[in-house]
């Protein structure tokens, strides 16, 4: 199991920026891939940024150059800072965690961080 905690979601105007933490429950060397996604109302959940099972990053076209997922070891904790943020960034964001099992992977959520960017 892995609770993830979210914070740093807010109002924000265009072109600003904003820092999204998610703390895990656990060690995040324990954790194969963990990232962030985001829905937008009357939209599918969508991924923003992640680093993958291999380690690498992986980031959606959209946010490319401007937003960077980062993480802290010692702390358990991955961050999205997001740079000129643009009315179309507005959405939930959730962290998720996934951890690879025998029979698969598990996934495991955040409760969501608003993010609204508007003037």
């Known amino acids: 199991q892995v609770q993830l905690v979210e914070s740093g979601g807010g109002l924000v105007q265009p072109g600003g920026s904003l820092r999204l933490s998610c703390a895990a429950s656990r060690s995040i060397f324990s954790i194969n891939a963990m990232g962030w996604y985001r829905q937008a109302p009357g939209k599918e959940r969508e991924l923003v940024a992640a680093?993958?099972?291999?380690?690498?990053?992986n980031y959606a076209d959209s946010v490319k150059g401007r937003f960077t997922v980062s993480r802290d070891n010692l702390k358990n904790t991955v961050y999205l800072q997001m740079n000129g943020l643009k009315p179309e960034d507005t959405a939930v964001y959730y962290c998720n965690a996934r951890v690879l099992t025998t029979n698969g992977f598990d996934d495991y959520w955040g409760q969501g961080t608003q993010v609204t960017v508007s003037s």
């Open positions: 680093f993958t099972v291999g380690g690498s990053t």
